[in-house]
């Protein structure tokens, strides 16, 4: 094609080196960021003022820096869930199930603990046994689809979506109509955590923030530094020679997902054991795992990169806590938040194409 | 009873007819995973459209016009630009998750209009939705048509050779596909449960793309697929009307999902595979480049 004096080629690219798919991913959240602002003008808000006032208050208020700061633990461990399997070449669309299905784990084992009668339990030994039910709960659950798709070859979409819906309804099971979790008030929501059982706060910060940034650690050296994490790339980007050089599917597909799981179920953890004010598993609990899909997004426009996934959860954290504030504020429709995850998701389909071609533009002769 | 049997008619036909949009896309080799999506956009512009002038006609028009457009879209990230189907599928369905929230939340609450009338006690919508069975299946098996897009599915480059265009054949698949799907939602937002809500098809989609595995790409057994579906499905809903007092309503909601599960564990075990493996389309999800 040529545009003037000059002449644009379409090529294919041999690599991706970290920089360009920086470049790339800063582009895709820019143009979202663009194309939302139709829907602010659409609601006769000024895109300008709004973006202005999502920024302050999500990150320099004294209201909404602490929830965005709760928001990113929660989108980060989200998004570590969807990575691995993702680095495997598979999807793991089923954190809200395994996030679901972690927490139930871990109020079982409150309840177990004595929880609802108010019974003492020391606290380090209450937090390590909670933390450890969710992240089994949500590995067991997830488990279910990389057996199936190890074992079977069946489509580990339809699995985990499935799984999500049926985990969805075994909470309204357990916190309603006088489920075993129901709290005292009847009010159709989990019973509260007493003090002994939550997760306690670093500098007035929800300690599982620790947790998710030595993770993000951790799972960069496991992906890049060590055998399993070779084999996992390798399954990834070509599960047949994959095969030719010795690496299981199954074993793999079954690591990715039980990891996965794992996370997803300290994200349900952390939202409803750590975080100043929730405490239980609350009536609206489908809010907190349709945020789980912000994992998806941020998962794929830090390419499967853990460590570049805490810049980007932390800025849609923010942008998720500041939508809902411009709402209220402005008096738009509900579900700013949950449009600002549509759009991000179709630039992010439409960029997937530069990622894998570069645009070459060179002066004619 | 009789109740209950017509519901579960009024259900397996958005089944059938979701179903039935995907199993066209997908002989073509197209997999569109955003089955849900495409109902959900279908489901809230046609509700909204009708709301607004009143009329069913419109409703379904819009709803039709929707899904043509997203099976267009879907056709251009896979087929033009030769990207991952599963990213695009994706995308569609969590974009429309989020975009029907915020467009449909100001018309939460019931649509206000007449019900469709029924023809013979039964939605009109089934009768279309056995009709549209009879005819993809006749034009899949009967026609030439059909003979270009199931080879277009199998081997897009033979069929290349042979003087096909893969991607002329591939865009009228999802778009016919993309139509059925906004078709469903709109049966289901106008006629099924005039209420809305948001997120309200809570599954319906991925139930529908796990019918056509369960189908092996026949039409027919799609359509039996729908009807048991749709029973298993208004029984959870309504379980008391048929087995009451057995478990927590809410545990009535896990089962079509439980068995939905169970049957696509059956297909994958290798003695089902070895008697009727062949039917998936070979080149199913796979993007096609001309050499």
């Known amino acids: 094609m040529t545009l003037g004096v000059y002449e644009l080629k379409l090529t294919r690219r041999a690599g991706l080196g970290g920089r360009q798919a920086a470049r790339i991913s800063s582009l ?5 960021l663009a194309l939302f602002s139709v829907l602010f003008i659409l609601a006769d808000v000024s895109p300008w003022s709004a973006y202005v006032e999502i920024a302050r208050y999500a990150f320099f208020n004294t209201f909404g820096l602490p929830l965005t700061i709760s928001r990113f633990i929660f989108l980060l461990l989200c998004t570590f869930a969807f990575i691995i399997p993702y680095r495997a070449g598979l999807w793991n669309i089923g954190m809200t199930g395994q996030l679901y299905m972690g927490s139930l784990a871990a109020f079982g084992v409150a309840l177990a603990l004595g929880a609802k009668q108010g019974r003492m339990v020391h606290p380090a030994l209450a937090t390590t046994l909670l933390v450890g039910a969710a992240m089994v709960g949500g590995a067991a659950y997830a488990a279910v689809a990389g057996f199936l798709r190890g074992r079977f070859n069946i489509n580990e979409i339809v699995v985990t979506m499935i799984m999500n819906f049926s985990a969805f309804w075994l909470v309204s099971f357990m916190i309603k109509e006088g489920g075993p979790f129901t709290g005292g008030g009847g009010e159709g929501e989990g019973f509260p955590l007493p003090k002994a059982f939550v997760g306690p706060l670093v500098a007035g910060v929800p300690y599982t923030f ?3 940034l030595v993770l993000a650690g951790v799972l960069s050296f496991l992906l890049n530094k060590t055998r399993l994490g070779y084999e996992i790339r390798a399954f990834g980007k070509n599960p047949v020679a994959a095969q030719y050089a010795g690496i299981s599917p199954f074993r793999i597909s079954m690591i990715v997902f039980l990891i996965g799981g794992a996370l997803a179920g300290l994200a349900g953890y952390h939202y409803f054991a750590a975080v100043p004010g929730v405490y239980r598993i609350p009536k609206n609990y489908g809010y907190f795992g349709d945020l789980a899909f912000y994992g998806i997004i941020c998962g794929l426009i830090s390419l499967g990169n853990p460590l570049a996934a805490i810049p980007v959860s932390f800025l849609f954290g923010g942008l998720s806590i500041g939508g809902r504030f411009v709402q209220g504020k402005f008096h738009m429709n509900f579900g700013v938040d949950y449009a600002l995850l549509g759009v991000l998701m179709i ?19 | 009873m009789w109740e209950f049997w017509n519901r579960s008619l009024d259900a397996s036909t958005i089944f059938t007819l979701a179903a039935l949009g995907e199993l066209f896309g997908q002989r073509a080799g197209v997999l569109n995973v955003g089955i849900e999506g495409v109902m959900l956009f279908g489901a809230t512009l046609g509700f909204i459209a009708a709301k607004m002038t009143g009329s069913y006609l419109i409703g379904l028009l819009v709803a039709l016009l929707v899904g043509a457009l997203l099976g267009l879209m879907h056709g251009f990230f896979t087929i033009t630009l030769g990207g991952d189907q599963v990213v695009s599928g994706m995308g569609i369905w969590v974009v429309a998750f989020g975009l029907t929230t915020y467009i449909g939340s100001p018309f939460t609450g019931p649509l206000g209009l007449d019900r469709i009338p029924r023809l013979g006690g039964i939605t009109p919508f089934f009768y279309l939705s056995v009709f549209m069975v009879l005819v993809i299946w006749f034009v899949l098996t009967r026609t030439a048509l059909g003979l270009s897009i199931r080879s277009v599915g199998e081997n897009p480059s033979v069929a290349e050779v ?3 265009s893969v991607t002329r054949t591939r865009y009228f698949c999802v778009v016919v596909a993309g139509m059925l799907m906004g078709l469903a939602g709109a049966v289901y937002a ?3 449960n005039p209420v809305w809500n948001y997120n309200f098809l809570m599954g319906w989609g991925f139930i529908a793309l796990a019918l056509v595995f369960f189908s092996l790409w026949n039409p027919w057994i799609l359509l039996g697929g729908s009807l048991l579906f749709g029973a298993l499905w208004q029984l959870s809903l309504n379980p008391q009307l048929v087995l009451p007092g057995i478990m927590s309503r809410y545990l009535w909601r896990t089962v079509p999902f439980v068995v939905t599960l169970l049957v696509l564990l059956l297909m ?17 999800g796979e993007p096609y480049f001309k050499e």
């Open chain 1, 28 to 32: 895709a959240i820019l143009m979202a």
């Open chain 1, 210 to 212: 620790l947790i998710a």
């Open chain 1, 347 to 365: 630039v992010l389909v439409g960029f997937q194409f530069f990622y894998r071609y570069e645009i070459v533009w060179r002066k004619k002769e």
């Open chain 2, 162 to 164: 042979s003087g096909l």
């Open chain 2, 190 to 192: 106008l006629d099924y």
């Open chain 2, 268 to 284: 994958s075990t290798a003695w089902f595979r070895a008697r009727w493996g062949a039917a998936r389309p070979e080149a199913l």
